[in-house]
């Protein structure tokens, strides 16, 4: 019950009594629930799971400690009907996960006031808990696998898509449940867009080659990026991969607690500024990962609060040129007193295929 103690503490904070989870993601955090239809009530006292007539024996085999209630009249009667048996004057909600129209029906049925909160749970989420790490880890150890793998699949005449989809095969043959989004296989110019997902595009000698993928495994999500070269390499391209791996490894070098986000960022931004490419890296450095492939803490430039022990971030620096291509270099990073360090093994050194 230590995250739910977490969540009490927060509430305090928050002048509300009570909270209403119905973020899945944050459900499975608070309870363990793996179902997709579940909501998790925390007042002074209790902890309630609700869910409906299917789950009912999975929710009583998964939510230990709490108080399970199967609803006959919706989610949100139920919880009425708790609010009102323990004479409640406050609920907090995820703002963030209710949508005009329910927040409206709830305002009516509820009687207590509604307190909106945002990231309540995600911030109390973002510091990971030794076996968090321990499952994110191995994580990327399968994501790591998986790209030594991909290595010997790569070839002139294979397509981006077939690429995309052999790293799905073999990251599930090793256990990952699904892909943490949309598989990045950007070739030649097409490397220039970030989020260039796996098109039908013929890869070439020539090509650098954009690998941006990750797994969840055990509920938990990693995220890699990794640049290649297929033959001869663009020299321009040569130069932007030495500036964008230095960029990288100054902030694994650099990262520690009570360094902020925006501090964390600058350190790759201000470096490939200086050199030269600042227009053209425009994304943040890295984003929270967790149950979540992108979560609390953000690593960019708004965010001013320092980051935790044992918070996990994503290092990913890159140069995108527009007609040229790109090259992005991405670690998970677990932060320390004193340091950071990462859950990636890959080699970072510009492989040429």
Known sequence: MQRINRVREQLSKHGADSLLVTNLKNVYYLASFTGSAGAVLVTPENQYFITDFRYNTQAHEQAKGFTVRIHKKGVYQEVADILAEEQLSTVAIE?????????????????????ETSLLVEKIRAI?????????????????????????????????????????????????????????????????????????????????????FGCYYKGYSSDMTRTIALGSVNPKLEEIYAIVLEAHERVTRAAKAGMTGKEMDAIARD??????????????????????????????????????????????????????????????????ADGAYSLNRSPKHLIVL
Request: with cysteine; charged share 25%; aromatic share 6%.
């Open 95 to 115: 703002a963030d996960d209710m949508n005009v129209s329910t927040y409206l029906t709830v305002k009516d049925l509820f009687p207590a006031t509604i307190v």
């Open 271 to 336: 470096y490939i500024t200086e050199k030269g490419y600042g227009a053209e890296f425009g994304h943040s450095t890295g984003h929270g990962l967790g149950l979540d492939v992108h979560e609390q803490p953000g690593v960019n430039f708004r965010n001013e609060q320092p980051l935790e022990v044992n918070m996990v971030v994503t290092n990913e620096p890159g140069i995108y040129v527009d007609g040229l291509g790109g090259v992005r270099i991405e670690d998970d990073l677990v932060i320390q």
């Open 128 to 212: 990971k808990e030794p076996e968090e790490i321990a499952i994110i880890k191995e994580a990327c150890e399968i994501t790591d696998q998986a790209f030594e793998h991909i290595l010997t699949f790569i070839k002139p005449g294979v397509t981006e898509i077939e690429v995309a989809n052999e790293l799905e095969r073999f990251l599930k043959s090793k256990g990952a449940s699904e892909m943490s989004f949309d598989t990045i296989v950007a070739s030649g110019v097409r490397s220039s867009m970030p989020h260039g997902v796996a098109s039908d595009k013929v890869i070439e000698d020539g090509d650098m080659i954009t690998l941006d």
